[in-house]
């Protein structure tokens, strides 16, 4: 049985700080990223939306949260993070095309096979009438399950130079893509701050530096 407490502790360790409002004005964090980019936007699908969704800091009148994994779905109904909620299986769903000005997909690609997350890509793209934000780790980075959860298992890596291909602009996330692997939480805090303060470089390089990437497709802009 997983305890809802446990998964909100994990959560706020670090996660929410970093996915907080207040971080947004001093990082290049995903909810400084996502109030940037979903400016001029009224809806969005929210893939994989999890407990703490950096939508929720967004800004937009009409947001859906999508969730394979039920009680991550129930802690963010309960902490009203989004509009409307959905308890289902993201790859076997279809909306209207344009049916959202954004779809966001933040730490969901990494966690399917390659071509699932292809498929998923492209129907992504088909439902933003304006603009696909996706957020994943530079590369492959391995995961195991997290507290019962196997939907956190890491099953593919995205490349920036794949992604540019597919017409996705990179900037980078959450420091180095070096990563230590500390001795202690103290030491991986110290590491996790240090790599942070580097985002001024890494945000402009992702294809050498960053950590995690931030991509943008701007449907909109392809049009003109």
């Known amino acids: 049985m997983i305890n809802m407490g ?3 502790e994990k959560d706020s360790l670090m996660m929410r700080l970093y996915r907080g409002r207040l971080a947004s004005f001093f990082l290049y964090s995903h ?3 996502l109030r940037r980019e979903l400016k001029g936007c009224k809806s969005a699908l929210d893939i994989g939306s999890g407990i703490n969704s ?4 967004s800004g937009l009148s009409y947001t859906v949260a999508v969730d394979i994994f039920e009680p991550v779905l129930k802690e963010a109904r309960a902490t009203h993070t989004h509009s409307a909620y959905m308890l289902a299986d993201i790859a076997r769903m279809e909306f209207k095309p344009g049916s959202f000005d954004a779809v966001v997909l933040c730490e969901v690609l990494e966690h399917m096979d390659k071509q699932a997350g292809l498929d998923l890509l492209e129907k992504a793209e088909g439902w933003a009438g304006k603009k696909v934000l996706v957020s994943s780790p530079h590369g492959y980075y391995a995961q195991a399950d ?6 956190q298992v890491h099953r593919s890596g995205w490349e920036v130079k794949e992604m540019a291909d597919k017409g996705y602009k990179a900037y980078g996330l959450v420091g180095l893509r070096f990563r230590p692997f500390p001795s202690s939480i ?5 590491w996790g701050f240090f790599s942070a303060a580097l985002q001024c470089l890494t945000y402009y390089f992702p294809g050498r530096l960053a ?3 931030f991509y943008v497709k701007d449907k909109e802009s392809r049009r003109i």
């Open 6 to 8: 446990e998964i909100s």
């Open 31 to 33: 909810a400084y990223f």
């Open 54 to 57: 950096p939508l929720r800091h």
């Open 146 to 151: 997290i507290l019962g959860n196997h939907y």
């Open 186 to 190: 103290f030491a991986g805090a110290i």
């Open 211 to 213: 950590f995690w990437v």
